[in-house]
T-cell receptor, first 115, second 115 residues
Framework: AQSVTQLDSHVSVSEGTPVLLRCNYSSSYSPSLFWYVQHPNKGLQLLLKYTSAATLVKGINGFEAEFKKSETSFHLTKPSAHMSDAAEYFCVVSDLPSNTGKLIFGQGTTLQVKP | EAEVAQSPRYKITEKSQAVAFWCDPISGHATLYWYRQILGQGLELLVQFQDESVVDDSQLPKDRFSAERLKGVDSTLKIQPAELGDSAMYLC?????????????FGPGTRLTVT
């Protein structure tokens, strides 16, 4: 079965320092992977997606993620955190066996950015 | 830019009352999803529609929840009777295709509080 594990429930960084949000996945197939962001009381917004093209994926707002098959990881990074990056981040894998578009969400990582 | 619309944004109801949420997906999107997000947790898929047909409702508590998408466009999710444990954010999402590699576009959600 497909699954994702977000290794940190809470990450705190200072403004201007790098961000690393960790995600490991489990899949018997070549997965499609996504990172979504959710600001307080808002819906989810797609940051970036991996669908078996380039392993380094660039997203919006300066975020990027690298697909590492050998490590079954899809960590999200940003060189310099901004106060507006404070939000909940979800690592997501597609449910490939069903191929119905169903997504499987991690439990989320709360990113706190300190001034 | 086209968006997924949801209403109401906030709903407070008493236990045992009926509540209904409405979702209007992005025009032309055939696939529609309803999710439940309990505070501090990931998203749980309640029901998925392809046009007017239900594709997956395996996690929908059918004794009290119902969902419909009669004309394959907008959708309504109903809870009757509401219970305290139903307090959560209810998110609607849409996708142009029934396929795993397509991202989903989320609405702002309805925050339900059951008292």
């Amino acid at each position: 079965a497909q699954s994702v594990t977000q290794l940190d429930s809470h990450v705190s960084v200072s403004e201007g320092t790098p961000v690393l949000l960790r995600c490991n996945y489990s899949s018997s197939y070549s997965p499609s992977l996504f990172w979504y962001v959710q600001h307080p009381n808002k819906g989810l917004q797609l940051l970036l997606k991996y669908t078996s093209a380039a392993t380094l994926v660039k997203g919006i707002n300066g975020f990027e993620a690298e697909f590492k098959k050998s490590e079954t990881s899809f960590h999200l990074t940003k060189p310099s955190a901004h106060m507006s990056d404070a939000a909940e981040y979800f690592c997501v894998v597609s449910d490939l066996p069903s191929n119905t578009g169903k997504l499987i969400f991690g439990q989320g990582t709360t990113l706190q950015v300190k001034p | 830019e086209a968006e997924v619309a949801q209403s109401p944004r906030y709903k407070i109801t008493e236990k045992s009352q009926a509540v209904a949420f409405w979702c209007d997906p992005i025009s032309g999107h055939a696939t529609l999803y309803w999710y439940r997000q309990i505070l501090g947790q990931g998203l749980e898929l309640l029901v998925q529609f392809q046009d007017e047909s239900v594709v997956d409702d395996s996690q929908l508590p059918k004794d009290r929840f119902s969902a419909e998408r009669l004309k394959g466009v907008d959708s309504t999710l109903k809870i009757q009777p509401a219970e305290l444990g139903d307090s959560a954010m209810y998110l609607c999402a849409s996708s142009p295709r029934l396929k795993s590699s397509y991202e989903q576009y989320f609405g702002p959600g309805t925050r339900l509080t059951v008292t």
